[in-house]
């Protein structure tokens, strides 16, 4: 049990690192000292969905490493 835990917390940090470098840039830069940024644009429905399934492995990386910190220390 303790070999799955452990193994479920490297996958889902592991994918939770790729779904956050597939992000766009959300800012400028400082191309946008100048006035140059795009102000009013919205997500796309690609990006809303990614933010979703993002927020979902977050929340089973949190949990996974709670998991295994209460596993720790109960030994």
Same mark, same amino acid.
């Given at each position: 049990? #303790?070999y799955?835990?452990v193994?479920?917390?490297? @996958? &889902?940090?592991? /994918?939770? #690192?790729?779904? $956050?470098?597939?992000?766009? !840039? ?7 000292? +100048?006035?140059? #940024? *795009?102000l009013?644009? +919205?997500? *796309?429905? %690609?990006?809303? +969905?990614?933010?979703? @399934?993002?927020? $979902?492995? %977050?929340?089973?990386? @949190?949990? *996974? &490493? !709670?998991? /295994?910190?209460?596993? $720790? $220390?109960?030994?």
């Amino acid at each position: 049990m #303790a070999y799955f835990m452990v193994g479920l917390q490297v @996958i &889902s940090g592991i /994918v939770l #690192a790729i779904l $956050v470098l597939l992000h766009a !840039a959300k800012g400028e830069g400082l191309g946008g000292i +100048g006035g140059a #940024a *795009s102000l009013f644009t +919205g997500p *796309s429905q %690609a990006e809303a +969905g990614l933010d979703r @399934i993002t927020w $979902v492995a %977050a929340g089973i990386f @949190i949990f *996974s &490493s !709670a998991l /295994v910190g209460w596993k $720790v $220390v109960q030994f």
